[in-house]
């Protein structure tokens, strides 16, 4: 048991979340087997209460510690994209992705939405504009 949750459960909802499996895909091949598992209700609960949480956890730990190594290091070659899906000639929301280019680790990731122009570019340094998003351009700017 974990937090009241048959392990064997969460193993099953973790495994499905972690490989981008779907529930209706393993309803079905359990189903095929004649396996009972959990219903759809239950494995969105876990989902919402445990395993999402724990990735948030478990990414803001590690982007921390990026965080630090960066700045830790004196000199930070930041380079961010950003890639929208368009279903026309306009993208409307899109994932931006800020790495360390000395270090070649992803430190942020956001999903943006555009509106005329936002998200604007941040003055850094002279000459050149920089979006950085989120805890990134804070921690990075206010340093």
């Not at 956890?57 to 994209?81: N, P, Y």
Request: with cysteine; proline share 6%; net charge negative.
């Amino acid at each position: 048991m974990v937090n009241n949750v048959p392990a064997g459960n969460l193993q099953l909802c973790a495994a499905v979340l972690f490989t981008g499996s779907s529930f209706s895909q393993i309803s079905k091949f359990l189903g095929a087997f004649n396996i009972q598992g959990l219903s759809e209700q239950c494995f969105y609960r876990h989902q919402a209460k445990l395993l999402i949480p724990t990735v948030n956890w478990q990414w803001k730990l590690e982007q921390d510690d990026l965080i630090r190594e960066a700045l830790e290091s004196g000199s930070v070659t930041l380079g961010g994209d950003m890639r929208a899906d368009s279903p026309g000639h306009s993208a409307k929301y899109g994932s931006y992705t800020m790495m360390n280019l000395t270090s070649n680790k992803v430190i942020d990731i956001q999903l943006v939405q555009e509106v005329c122009g936002w998200p604007p570019p941040v003055e850094f340094g002279p000459g050149s504009q920089l979006f950085l998003p989120g805890a990134v351009a804070a921690c990075l700017l206010h340093s």
